[in-house]
């Protein structure tokens, strides 16, 4: 089944009076519509463009706020777990360093110059022998049961016979469990920060001390010279917060810090405000001592290194996202420009194929109009003829009034099929002054119909069925141009029946629309003669039967209208036409108050 919909007809609707020319191919309009082609390409352009801010960087951006700040915390934990690693390792050797300062000492008991009444010489002995393992041993002293001390070496000889049973650590040694003691640091009986390892022995049943005192100034040496990471700063508090070690060319005497770990956490890490910077404070609680090994150091330092990877990577994630951008605009504006060109050149060849068209259909009339305006001519032209040789007596022909009139008759007949053929045209170009009244379509189809049975089907077996809507609302046109319209339609349809038939007639109102449809079940139009059958003087019924101008007349009444004709056809099934009228109820109550 072929459609062919006339609506394209209405694109030409004289819009006022004034303005009742038909559109044909103009430059301007030509600009105007390249203008509106560049316009909606760069509305679409602009789409695109927004679509990839908020398909791609919109999306990025969100994902790169997401791992900035997933990358700051595993920033922050990562410096804090590389800050207590470095306490861990740097306790774990300071742990070892006095476990072997205790073993050094512990020998002593057990060389084989051991004596429970030592001499100065075998004292002097024992202390060179500590100072073989370690140069930070200071002295050593050797105490009885009393807590004398019977025996030392050392730089102060004035501790010699000093009584050491009412100092704490010796209090202490002797009240653990434990074979040995790490003192804390304290000043003594000499008044210089020193710290002590006593071990004690028992012989006979009596309990004897041997100890020997490590110079802070050697530890902080040892202690910085394990130091691990960048501006790491490692010092050593009791569980009073008091200093351990003391840097040598700062100050001689142990101070306090402020911050004092937990001593229920062996080991953890906190973040601290000191003096307006932020520091990270990493403690670990020795073994053999307790004593916290405090690992310091400033958060910009402890996070330098990532940070500045992290600035990397944000740099180079914006200049990757910012290329690709660019590449994609660049692409966008590329593809976007060469489909406008298309499409301008389409429109401009759709243009120039439309200007074409109506300049074929403009031949295609011109060479109708000369054909049917022949036929009368020569018809005129060979009667006149005629006449001339009846009136020459040469011919003897017979030239009474009667017969000169017959011959006068047909060229009247032939100078008013002429006077017909440029009276439709003329109806199909002028511009009419509407004079619109509210129209009954049913009725005016069934004036059509009733005229036609008594002239044009009566000679055929044709039967009419109407299923026409009585609800049918009116509309305003005129009557006689659309009686004109359902007239030539109707007997089109009955032209294509070739003996019998039927054609069916129906009216609905929908969409806003009057639908009047007529269909025949007569031979069908060809698919090929379809796009044509609108053009003036097409016609294909042959014999000299109609002049081609029925439907284009009715199709330039229902464009008047504001309408449109749609055509189904099937070849061999026949055909149907569908006129779809507007619809004005404004005006037809405006029509009804004035009657009123």
């Not at 003691?181 to 004897?208: C, E, M, W």
Request: net charge neutral; aromatic share 8%.
């Amino acid at each position: 089944m072929r459609v062919w919909d006339t609506s394209h007809l209405l694109d030409d609707i004289p819009v006022s009076k004034s303005d009742a020319t038909e559109h044909v191919y103009d430059p301007a309009d030509s600009q105007a519509n390249l203008g509106r082609i560049r316009q909606h390409f760069k509305q679409l352009q602009t789409r695109l463009i927004l679509g990839l801010v908020l398909g791609f960087l919109l999306p990025n951006a969100l994902l790169s706020t997401y791992f900035h700040f997933q990358f700051t915390h595993t920033l922050k934990k990562s410096a804090k777990l590389n800050l207590e690693a470095v306490a861990e390792s740097q306790k774990n050797t300071i742990d070892l360093y006095l476990q072997e300062r205790v073993v050094n000492l512990y020998n002593l008991f057990h060389s084989k110059e051991f004596s429970l009444k030592p001499t100065p010489e075998h004292m002097e002995n024992s202390l060179s022998s500590l100072k073989q393992y370690n140069d930070g041993f200071v002295d050593v002293g050797f105490f009885d049961t009393k807590g004398i001390q019977i025996g030392y070496a050392g730089p102060y000889p004035s501790l010699l016979g000093k009584d050491y049973s009412k100092e704490s650590w010796y209090q202490t040694l002797l009240k653990e469990n434990k074979s040995y003691l790490i003192s804390d640091i304290y000043l003594g009986f000499r008044n210089v920060p020193h710290f002590t390892i006593a071990t004690k022995q028992v012989f006979d049943g009596r309990t004897y001390v041997m100890r020997a005192t490590l110079d802070p100034d050697k530890l902080y040496i040892f202690l910085r010279a394990i130091s691990q990471g960048k501006e790491v700063e490692s010092t050593l508090i009791n569980q009073q917060g008091q200093y351990q070690v003391v840097d040598p060319g700062r100050s001689h005497i142990p101070g306090r810090r402020a911050y004092i770990p937990p001593v229920s956490e062996a080991a953890g890490v906190e973040e601290v405000q000191y003096d307006d910077q932020t520091m990270l404070i990493a403690h670990s609680w020795l073994k053999e001592t307790p004593w916290a090994l405090l690992a310091i150091q400033p958060v910009a330092v402890a996070q330098a290194g990532m940070i500045k990877a992290r600035l990397v990577l944000t740099i180079s994630l914006i200049a990757i996202s910012l290329l690709i951008s660019a590449m994609i605009f660049f692409t966008i504006k590329k593809l976007v420009s060469r489909a406008r060109r298309m499409a301008e050149k389409g429109q401009q060849l759709q243009e120039m194929l439309a200007h074409a068209s109506k300049l074929a259909s403009i031949g295609e009339l011109a060479a109708g109009v000369a054909h049917e305006i022949n036929n009368p001519l020569a018809i005129i032209m060979a009667t006149s003829g005629v006449i001339r040789d009846m009136l020459n007596p040469e011919f003897e022909l017979d030239h009474s009034p009667e017969a000169i009139c017959k011959e006068l008759s047909v060229i009247d007949t032939a100078a008013d099929r002429a006077k017909g053929i440029t009276r439709k045209l003329q109806d199909m170009g002028k511009s009419r002054t509407p004079a619109v009244v509210e129209c009954d379509v049913n009725a005016l189809v069934d004036e059509v119909v009733n005229r036609l049975k008594k002239v044009e089907f009566k000679p055929k077996h044709i039967e009419v069925v109407s299923n026409l809507n009585a609800d049918l609302p009116h509309i305003l046109a005129e009557p006689e141009p659309l009686r004109q319209v359902f007239s030539n339609i109707l007997i089109n349809a009955g032209d294509a029946i070739l003996d019998k038939g039927t054609i069916t007639l129906s009216t609905e109102s929908k969409e806003g629309m009057i639908w009047v449809t007529i269909a025949d079940t007569g031979k069908g139009i060809p698919a090929e003669n379809l796009p044509r059958i609108f053009n003036p003087f097409f016609t294909t019924k042959g014999g000299g039967r109609g002049t081609g101008l029925g439907l284009s007349i009715a199709a330039s009444i229902v464009k008047y209208l504001g309408g449109t004709i749609k055509v189904n056809s099937i070849r061999g099934a026949g055909s149907s036409f569908t006129v779809l009228l507007p619809i004005n109820e404004q005006a037809k109550k405006a029509i009804r108050q004035h009657d009123k």
